[in-house]
């Protein structure tokens, strides 16, 4: 886990999917001068703006939080919608059976 926010890494990804700080701040639902604290390791970033980093860039949130610095939290798994979907699915393929 980096011990500092790591922005030449944020910065990496956000080159190669032809992006900027200004749309990261945007997903994340952040001013641009919030992001900027971040990328200064002045303040941490929510578990939602860690799902939101991790959607835009491609990557899991864990590689985002590690990416972040020693504090960040990683977002929990949603187990409910996990179930959902899975119980879904198990009456779709049972539906199907039954036809």
Known sequence: MALFFD????DARLAERGLSRTVLAAVAGMGEA???LV??????????????FAELLGV?????AHHAGVSTP???VDRL????ARVAALEAELAR???
């Open 7 to 10: 922005a030449a890494w944020f």
């Open 74 to 76: 990683v977002p929990a």
């Open 39 to 52: 990328f200064k390791d002045q303040r941490e970033l929510s578990a939602a703006e860690v799902t939101a």
């Open 81 to 84: 919608a996990a179930l959902e």
């Open 34 to 36: 919030d992001l900027a």
């Open 97 to 99: 059976l039954k036809r």
């Open 60 to 64: 899991t949130p864990g590689e985002i």
